[in-house]
C-alpha cells in the first residue's frame, strides 16, 4: 500500500490532570486556597527540638493565633498535635470565630498571651 494510502490513527491526547484538592487547615479546617497566605507550623517548635519534627500546614492567621496564645514552652509541653491546639480554649473560641470567614480572610491577630 502507498505511503499516502496508509491510515493513521490520532494518537489521543492524555486526559488533563484533574485539579489538585486545596489543602485543608489543620487548625480550623477551612479550606487554604492556593493564593491565601500560608504556612508550616512545626508541632514541636524548633527551638525545643523539633527541626526535624512533623509539621502541618495552617491559614497564616491561623498560626499567628497559636503563637499569640501560647508559648515554645508550652507548644512543645502540651500542645504538640493539632488536636491539642483544637481542644485550647482560646483557640477553639478563634476557630469557632474564624469558621464563619471565608478562607482568604485575613485580620489582625488580637493581644497576644499573657504572662504570669
Not at 90 to 113: E, H, M, N, T
Amino acid at each position: 500500500m502507498p505511503r499516502s494510502h496508509r491510515i493513521r490513527f490520532a494518537e489521543a491526547a492524555p486526559e488533563p490532570l484533574p485539579p489538585a484538592a486545596d489543602p485543608v487547615c489543620a487548625l480550623c479546617g477551612r479550606v487554604i486556597p492556593q493564593d491565601a497566605p500560608k504556612s508550616l507550623h512545626h508541632l514541636v517548635p524548633k527551638m525545643k527540638g523539633g527541626t526535624h519534627g512533623p509539621t502541618v500546614l495552617l491559614h497564616h492567621l491561623c498560626h499567628k493565633e497559636i503563637h499569640a496564645t501560647l508559648s515554645e514552652t508550652e507548644l512543645a509541653r502540651d500542645f504538640s498535635t493539632p488536636e491539642a491546639l483544637r481542644a485550647h480554649p482560646r483557640l477553639a473560641r478563634f476557630i469557632d470565630w474564624v469558621r464563619k470567614r471565608p478562607p482568604q480572610f485575613l485580620s489582625r491577630v488580637p493581644k497576644g498571651r499573657v504572662r504570669h
